[in-house]
């Protein structure tokens, strides 16, 4: 027999007004509707904050500030990379005061152009030197008409040049994730643009990574025509990170976080990691929790549940990319440490032993002892496994122990969602 369709489903031409579907009905004067959100937008992922909610980088912007002043008296600025990991406050910083330096620059009479890219996106020459080019071209006094596609990189450069001489004094370009780009000719040619007779404009580059080896590798034509200045930026403490959720306090309404909310939620993100976009986010989904309980305040247990989904998250954005063999490794050492839970690391011998029974239960291939290692080095880097060298004992050589920086029930529900290891469990 056939199902009856439920009420929900047999919405055709049930309501003759859309807004009358209750699947979406949404009644903003519902008095029993908990109220938590009064601009929920502010803690959106995405959300470029002005400048007076921008807290704890003083220091950082002024070094940054200092490299541009040049510009503001028509004179050359300095080449800067700024590495850090991620949500450290490193994009925010690079555009704020790029912008500032534009202000600053223009009301003394020097016209300023300013290009943010993402190289994520823009991953190769010609589509960086594409984006830098049809954005400055914005302008009444270039007349060009930059085709979207069709031509190389050369074209687009040449175009660039002729807009730089006519258009501008200076030009600062952000590339944001520089790290990503295929290829860093791109770098060479910004950066020697005037000293190659190219254009007559001087040029300033904000190279922004989250991988602080970037600069070893950089070929020395590169890294010697950018003679840049490098800044790292720290992970927030809690302190910062609670200075920075405080003002963005206005995105709920009033007295819908109890006292402890965000002191809890920047202790939490500062031990774990520092990185404000996270500690933003565990906020807003504490705030949706208590929502969708459809109670009146943000309290302590929401900031909780907020984080352990912000945890699995988060190491699912460290994991992206990463292959079944990874995982294979992290499943090995997530194991030995619940195994053993009076040790603090392991020497990859024995995740290595862990991981050869693993692969052969799996019924996949075994990588050599080596490449496991190497591979447990990369997660280091990541920030997945944390590795320090211990002395050893009488007779021993030094040698590396590798213990997981999150906990191990994280590890272990998102290593296992990988359909090759489902089977493990
Ligand atoms: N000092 C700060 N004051 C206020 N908000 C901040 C600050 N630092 C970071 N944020 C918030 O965190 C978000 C992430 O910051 P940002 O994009 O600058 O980090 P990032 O270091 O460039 O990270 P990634 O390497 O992942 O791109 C920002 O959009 C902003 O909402």
Redesign the pocket.
């Known amino acids: 027999m056939a199902e009856e369709p439920s009420q929900l489903s047999d919405f055709d031409g049930r309501y003759e007004d859309p807004a009358d579907d209750p699947l979406f009905d949404f009644d903003e004067d519902d008095p029993d509707r908990a109220n938590i959100f009064a601009r929920k937008e502010l803690l959106k992922v ?4 002005e400048s007076g ?5 003083d220091g950082e912007i002024k070094a940054v500030a200092a490299e541009l002043r040049p510009i503001v008296r028509g004179d050359p600025p300095n080449n800067v990379i700024i590495y ?10 690079a555009r704020h005061v790029t912008e500032r330096a534009r202000r600053a620059a223009e009301s003394n009479g020097v016209s300023v152009g300013t290009v943010y890219v993402d190289c994520a996106q823009h991953n190769t020459q010609t589509r960086v030197a594409r984006t830098v080019t049809r954005s400055l071209n914005e302008t009444d006094e270039t007349d060009f008409d930059i085709p979207r596609a069709g031509i190389g990189s050369g074209e687009y450069y040449d175009y660039l040049w002729e807009i730089l001489d006519t258009a501008y004094e200076s030009v600062i370009i952000i590339l ?2 520089v790290d990503r780009l295929d290829d860093d000719d791109i770098l060479m040619q910004l950066s020697r643009a005037r000293e190659s007779g190219k254009a007559d404009c001087h040029l300033g580059v904000i190279a ?1 990574s ?1 991988k602080i080896e970037y600069r070893d590798q950089l070929n020395e034509r590169v890294k010697s025509s950018l003679r840049e200045e490098e800044f790292v ?1 720290q992970p ?1 403490d809690a302190n ?1 990170l609670r200075e ?1 959720m405080k ?1 963005r306090r206005d995105a709920f309404h009033d007295g819908v976080l109890s006292d402890d909310v965000i002191p809890l939620t920047a202790a939490l993100a500062a031990q774990e990691h520092g990185d ?2 996270k500690a ?1 986010e565990i906020l807003r989904h504490a705030g949706e929790l208590a929502e969708r309980e459809n109670v009146e305040t943000v309290v302590e247990e929401h900031v909780r549940d907020a984080q352990e989904w912000a945890e699995i998250d988060r190491f699912e954005e460290l994991l992206r990319g990463s292959t079944t063999q990874v995982k294979f490794i992290l499943y090995s050492l997530a194991l030995l440490t619940e195994e053993n839970p009076n040790e603090d690391g392991f020497s990859t011998n024995r995740i290595y032993e862990r991981y050869q029974a693993t692969t052969e239960k799996a019924d996949a291939k075994t990588l050599s002892e080596h490449r496991v290692y190497e591979l447990l080095k990369e997660q280091a880097f990541l920030g997945v496994v944390e590795s320090t060298r211990t002395g050893g004992g009488r007779g021993e050589g030094s040698y590396l122990e590798h213990r997981l920086v999150q906990d191990t029930g994280i590890v272990l529900k998102s290593v296992l969602r990988d359909s090759r290891l489902e089977d493990l469990a």
Request: proline share 3%.
């Open positions: 995405g959300h470029v904050p909610r921008i807290v704890g980088r850090g990991k991620t949500g450290t406050g490193k994009s925010l910083v944001d994730e922004v989250n930026f927030y910062q920075i003002h404000a976009r933003i």
